[in-house]
């Protein structure tokens, strides 16, 4: 029995260790296929030809949009409001009416006034009969006794009078300054108004201007004239294209410059609108690569160069950059052929294939 068993476990042990060395041969055999496969498999990459081109840089920075004309609207005589012709967001034309007072107590006012100036009239004439003018036009009349005659007969106090009352019932119609959008409209009818409280505010249709700050150390890269695309962050894909206005020539406290630019097309802008500014120029003569192209290799940039069938390691020094593209400032010479597809796993010296594109 005891034989039996001895017999048995040795059997088993025998066993076992044929089975470790099996497996051990197939997992070598597995290694030994990877790396074959690594080896005949080299990374496919697509290139670009490096060379000087203009580079569109592109400065991002945020602001807001205002109407370049901009104005609130006023009553030039106080009184009661009669009639509202428009609603906040109308559009105007220039000379319309906006809104209208109650005429009575002007026109009243107008009657008086000219009531009193006809009568200053006679006084006038009372006064040059009496020094001996008074068949005579005004023409012939010495101007120190005319104009002495008027103010005793009180004919010049009563003319002002006279025109201010017309100009008041005139003013009796509010009408627009200029062509634009109603804004900031509460009168109601029947409300009681002066000249010191706005009507509405008016939004001219002459555009819009976008205002935004820069960096000092920014200023060199924006000018006058430069292309503008404007982005409201109430609708990002709804773009507008202006140009650089104004310049301000000071530098603020923190260290920013403010800067306008006019925007066109801009009828789906709100005055006050908070926006995404770029101001968008062309460099001429740069050496441009895409993003693409540039990998990070121990806390560094590096572009890879296609040299044969090998990718070759390549230290860079970028400069400006937009959405796509790096300016290259050091480190790659015109004529190249850059990587800038399968480089992000890529060594020194890989074995590469260039990818024939459709």
Not at 121 to 144: F, R, S, T
Not at 240 to 269: F, W
């Amino acid at each position: 029995m005891k034989i039996r068993t001895i017999w048995l476990i040795a059997a088993l042990a025998v066993l076992t260790l044929t089975a470790c060395n099996g497996g051990k041969e197939a997992q070598d055999t597995s290694a030994e296929g990877v790396n074959a496969l690594e080896q005949a498999e080299p990374n496919e990459v697509t290139t670009v030809t490096l060379k000087r081109q203009a580079f569109e840089h592109e400065l991002v920075s945020n602001g807001r949009v205002e109407a370049m004309q901009l104005t609130d609207v006023y009553f030039e005589t106080e009184g009661t409001v009669e009639s509202v012709r428009v609603k906040n967001g109308d559009r105007v034309a220039q000379g319309q009416v906006i809104a209208e007072l109650d005429r009575y107590k002007l026109h009243n006012a107008v009657e008086q006034a000219q009531n009193a100036f006809e009568q200053a009239k006679l006084d006038l004439k009372d006064v040059l009969i009496g020094q001996g003018y008074g068949n005579k036009p005004d023409a012939e009349i010495p101007e120190d006794i005319l104009q002495l005659a008027r103010t005793r007969s009180g004919y010049s106090q009563s003319l002002a009078a006279y025109e201010l009352a017309v100009a008041n019932e005139a003013n009796a119609s509010l009408k627009a300054p200029f062509a634009g959008t109603i804004a900031n409209l509460n009168l109601k009818r029947f409300n009681k108004v002066t000249p010191s409280e706005a009507v509405c505010t008016l939004i001219g249709s002459q555009g819009m201007e976008a205002t935004f700050s820069i960096l000092e150390n920014e200023l060199p890269l924006i000018h006058r004239g430069d292309k503008v695309v404007i982005a409201p962050y109430a609708d990002a894909t709804a773009t507008h294209e202006g140009t650089v206005s104004e310049i301000n020539p000071m530098v603020d406290a923190n260290g920013m410059i403010t800067v306008k630019a006019q925007v066109r097309g801009s009828d789906r802008l709100l005055s006050g609108m908070n926006v995404k500014v770029s101001v968008r120029r062309q460099l001429p003569d740069q050496l441009v690569v895409p993003k693409s192209a540039v990998v990070l290799r121990q806390g560094r940039q590096v572009v890879f160069t296609l040299q044969g069938d090998q990718a070759m390691w390549n230290y860079v020094q970028t400069g400006l950059e937009n959405a796509d593209t790096f300016t290259i400032l050091e480190g790659l010479n015109e004529g190249a052929e850059v990587i800038v597809t399968g480089n992000v796993n890529l060594a020194h010296e890989s074995k590469v294939t260039l990818k024939i594109e459709d």
